[in-house]
């Protein structure tokens, strides 16, 4: 016999594990602002990082277990704008900017506003069924990658300690650049359409314990030269996109 369809009332907790990953994000965003205005600045940093890496991993998971949801999209979005475009430029203004006072906040906010028009112009473009997007690339650089990078002057300071600090100005336009890279119409590649084939598999696994293992012994350096690499992919894509033959 046929039961009655209805909307689900009961879930098992692997089905909410997407979900319960994205609020420990948002903890953890939300912990880094306090780390911040405590003057604890290393920590906060980690754990924007961690933040990013439970963004990375709670949509795939919640694909791969088939518990999409509409909650599970909006919650991931608003807290992609807590820890990607709110903890980020404010962690930011306690360790560099207090000083210079009206500037450094309009940078805060022109940061802040950047990511919630790219969150938005994401999401509309997701959601609508006659968008025709190229799907190997994003417009604008993500929300999760606009926070790695606009960190980068803490990662230098705290890989080169004897060195002068970055002047305030500096890092001011730094996050502006990086805000207004979010809502430019730059192509940006898209890892959700990579594919490794079988033959590179083990030298990619190889690459990524490379990478954890640097994080975990040169975390400022590894960062820098991650930044540093993910700007050349954005030039690199930029430029193939704009070849003829992708025309």
């Not at 912990?31 to 990082?49: E, N, S």
């Not at 968008?131 to 300071?157: H, K, N, T, W």
């Not at 030039?235 to 025309?247: L, T, Y």
Request: glycine share 8%; with cysteine; charged share 15%.
């Amino acid at each position: 016999m046929d039961q009655p369809s209805g909307p689900q009332t009961e879930f098992s907790l692997v089905q909410l594990l997407p979900n319960m990953l994205t609020i420990v994000a948002v903890c953890a965003g939300l912990t880094a602002i306090r780390f911040g205005v405590q003057g604890d600045y290393m920590p906060a940093v980690l754990l924007i990082i961690a933040a990013g890496i439970l963004d990375g991993i709670d949509g795939r998971i919640a694909r791969l277990l088939g518990s999409s949801s509409k909650i599970g999209a909006e919650l991931d979005s608003l807290a992609d704008f807590l820890n990607f475009g709110i903890a980020p430029p404010l962690i930011l203004y306690f360790w560099a900017l207090k000083d210079i006072r009206g500037l450094g906040w309009i940078c805060v906010l022109v940061f802040a506003v950047c990511c919630v028009i790219r969150l938005a112009r994401f999401n509309v473009s997701a959601k609508s069924e006659e968008a025709q997007r190229d799907s190997a690339y994003f417009e604008g650089i993500p929300s999760p990658a606009g926070a790695l990078l606009v960190m980068l002057p803490m990662y230098l300071s705290f890989a080169f300690a004897d060195r002068p600090m970055l002047p305030g100005a500096l890092i001011c336009l730094h996050m502006v650049l990086v805000g207004l890279l979010l809502i430019s119409r730059i192509p940006t590649w898209s890892f959700k359409t990579t594919r490794i084939s079988r033959e590179n598999v083990k030298f990619f696994l190889v690459g990524v314990a490379f990478v954890g293992a640097a994080l975990l012994t040169f975390a400022w350096v590894t960062l820098i030269a991650l930044c540093l690499g993910y700007v050349v992919m954005v030039i690199w894509a930029w430029i193939d996109r704009e070849r003829p033959s992708n025309r």
